[in-house]
């Protein structure tokens, strides 16, 4: 029963994982595919933007660049189109409605242009082309960049919530699995041992060496003091008694130092907020942690996934950063500083699996959605 449950576990964790996969590479191909279609439509854009100026420039045709003009507005407007219709993230929708207004407008400017041409007033048209066109064209393709990048934060929001679920059914199958060999180890028998005759015996009796502990009481050892640390821990009152929850969870992990960092509202960078191992001025002279910073906590933060780093010979100690993940994403990072080469132990790292995930619960908070910003609000 115990080995069906274990494997029963396992298969419907890989199976989520498949599934997420999938959603994952879903979401991947669907990005690409944007990405390339913003590309083309600011290409589009800045041709358009220059064709109008040769309307008016020495040496060209006014007739090819007009009807060239109305052929890439009406490209522009169709990769518009089809952008918006795309499934895009709310923000992301209403920059591309912002930039097919804009060359909208760009129509009608054109026009005007192309009316002052046709009387002889190539001063006028060529003062319209270069205060209202050509930053009409401009604005357009910004309002796409603005796109982009909001479907870049859609996706990497996205790819954190299914990076936690898959964490979290990795770890429940890891947990049933570990479960079950635990119970299934066979436990040591006491030997028989016969009474001495203390009739005939006149030796001393010998004193018997305790007991060793075998892997098994070890490892229930740990998990005993795991959950009742995870118990404490959902029910910290203050940041003292957090701090003292902390040593013991660096006493568990052979930590010689843990932080814990947490990003800010506007998810930019991380702030080590509390520490064990370090002193009150070592935690306040820490930096904040840039989100695309070359570090393992900036990378954690970025992917939701563990780092490693393992320790050199003669050289800095190994650490563990564990992500701190929320229903909205990754909020967090805790970080412990590992002694002795342990950072590589599976032990150590579920540990810190199970530290943070219950650190998750008590500093993740609910936030509103941020209002998208127009060209005009910089």
């Known amino acids: 029963m115990l080995g069906a449950t274990a494997l029963a576990a396992v298969g419907a964790a890989t199976y989520l994982l498949f599934r997420s996969e999938q959603q994952l590479a879903t979401l991947k191909s669907t990005l690409r595919t944007f990405d390339l279609r913003v590309r083309e439509a600011q290409d589009t854009l800045a041709e358009l933007r220059l064709g109008q100026q040769a309307y008016v420039a020495e040496g060209q045709g006014g007739d090819f660049w ?14 518009l189109t089809t952008l ?3 499934p895009v993230s709310p923000a992301a929708g209403t920059a591309l409605d912002e930039a097919i207004a804009t060359v909208g407008e760009f129509a009608n400017i054109d026009k005007r242009t192309t009316d002052y041409i046709a009387g002889g007033q190539r001063l006028m048209a060529a003062d319209i082309i270069f205060t209202e066109g050509g930053p009409s064209a401009a604005t357009a393709a910004r309002y796409v960049e603005t796109a982009r990048q909001a479907e870049h934060q859609a996706f990497d929001l996205a790819e954190a919530s299914l990076r936690k679920d898959e964490a979290i059914a990795a770890g429940s199958a890891v947990g049933v699995a570990l479960l079950a060999v635990l119970l299934l180890l066979p436990r040591p028998r006491m030997a028989a041992v016969e009474p001495a ?23 229930a050892t740990v998990l005993k003091a795991a959950a009742s640390l995870a118990t404490d821990l959902g029910r910290v009152r203050d940041a003292q ?23 800010d509202t506007t998810a930019a960078s991380l702030q080590p907020v509390l520490a064990h191992g370090y002193s009150a001025e070592a935690l306040a002279r820490m930096p ?32 563990v950063v564990e992500p701190i993940l929320a229903a909205e994403g990754c909020v967090g990072a805790l970080s412990a500083e590992i002694q002795g080469g342990g950072e590589a132990s599976e032990s150590v790292q579920a540990l810190a699996t199970i530290f943070a995930a219950q650190l998750a619960t008590m500093v993740a908070e609910p936030q509103a959605p941020a209002e998208p910003r127009t060209a005009a609000q910089g």
């Open 66 to 79: 007009m009807a060239k003009v109305a052929s890439l507005h009406r490209s522009a407007t169709t990769t």
């Open 84 to 86: 918006r219709q795309s």
């Open 197 to 219: 005759d203390t009739r005939l015996s006149i030796a001393p009796t010998a004193v018997l060496a305790p007991p060793q502990p075998t892997p098994a009481n070890r490892h």
């Open 241 to 263: 008694e957090m701090s003292r929850l902390l040593g013991r969870a660096a006493t568990l992990m052979d930590a010689s130092g843990i932080v814990i960092l947490l990003g």
């Open 288 to 319: 904040r942690v840039p989100r695309s910073a070359d570090n393992a906590a900036a990378a954690a933060y970025r992917t939701g996934k563990m780092k490693i780093v393992l320790a050199r010979p003669g050289g800095a100690a190994g650490a």
